[in-house]
């Protein structure tokens, strides 16, 4: 009885790579959709502190950039960090332990 030859042919040898490139594209779109809320989350308070700061930069005339950023969102810069540390110490009230807006959500649902 003859053992049949194992040896992969040279010329589908690019199909290890292309099989490793659609691997890691199938891995991370399953991490993209599993961790979707947590990431939903975190982009919309990115979103509305982005905007709300920027909204202030708008009706600003053309002076020195800096001075007119510093001036323009120091207050809201302000108002945003002390708002999120009051809610961060709340939420760690709430759920201790907990580093993502998803685990105090997973934490209250029980």
Known sequence: MAIPD???DIEHVWILPLL??????LIALVWVVWSSPM???????????????YRKL????????LYTTLRHTGWPFVTALLCSFVLGVALHA???????LGEVFAIKQR
């Open 94 to 100: 709430i759920a201790p332990g907990s580093t993502t």
């Open 20 to 25: 490793g490139i659609l691997a890691g594209v």
């Open 58 to 65: 708008r009706r600003t005339p053309a002076e020195d950039w």
């Open 39 to 53: 990431l939903l989350s975190e982009l919309a308070v990115d979103a509305v502190l982005s905007t709300g700061l």
């Open 6 to 8: 194992a040896s992969l």
